[in-house]
């Protein structure tokens, strides 16, 4: 009589995210941001019935949410947990890409600054992190962390709407490209959207690349960074 293995149930997952559709739809949405069945469609490059196929099975599989509004229905990545599976994902890709010799330009801009999800990553995220910490705005214990009262106040001087009733605390994102994690959770979030809204990072050409502007130096600078790119 043979013993039949335990299964996590991660294949289920597996298998959700194998399709070269579901990956285009998945890195579509790996920025935070929700899209309808059809947009999600011309940017996997599939039909809308062959797109409503694909988006069930990764709602099945926990990867992604979705919400109906009106006759609408928009999907986006189900939660943190998830976006940092797709990170690591990302990060595993890229070291068999490591392999190649030559790095190109499009990767070294989004080393440098990106969206993670809902949060900064990149070597930008990472400074961002380490001034948060450095400057005693957050506390950190072991992969979790909280906002303190002097980071509830910088949030108030910055005008970062941060609600720390709602959700005090953030976590640990392991970075694919920095090898060391950036901080996820509300107040990250919270933290890029002011810098996005108030033009100090600006999209690019690039999916997921953020470019820095002077405003955004200015902010960093009143953090104690001195960005070195």
């Not at 490209?177 to 033009?199: K, M």
Request: contains cysteine.
């Amino acid at each position: 009589m043979t013993r039949q293995a335990v299964q996590s149930g991660f294949s289920r997952v597996a298998e959700a995210l194998s399709d070269p559709a579901r990956e285009a739809i998945v890195s579509a949405l790996a920025d935070g941001k929700a899209m309808p069945a059809g947009e999600l469609a011309a940017m996997a490059g599939v039909s809308p019935q062959s797109a409503s196929a694909h988006l069930q099975k990764l709602v099945d599989a926990r990867v992604l949410s979705v919400w109906a509004q009106g006759r609408f229905r928009y999907y986006r990545i189900a939660d943190d947990d998830v976006a940092s599976l797709i990170e690591n994902l990302v990060n595993l890709a890229a070291k068999v890409a490591a392999r190649q010799p030559r790095r190109d330009v499009i990767a070294d801009e989004l080393r440098q600054s990106r969206s993670c999800y809902c949060h900064l990553a990149g070597r930008l995220g990472v400074l961002l992190s380490e001034a948060l910490v450095r400057g005693r705005l957050v506390t950190i214990i072991g992969r979790d962390g909280q906002v303190t009262k002097k980071g509830i106040a910088w949030c108030g001087a910055e005008r970062v709407e941060f609600n720390p009733a709602r959700s005090p605390h953030l976590r640990l994102c392991n970075d694919w490209t920095e090898r060391v994690p950036h901080f996820s959770g509300a107040l990250p979030n919270a933290i890029l959207t002011r810098l996005t809204e108030t033009r100090c990072l600006e999209s690019t050409k690039i999916p997921r690349a953020l470019r820095l502007t002077r405003k955004g130096r200015a902010f960093f600078g009143r953090l104690g960074v001195e960005v070195p790119f």
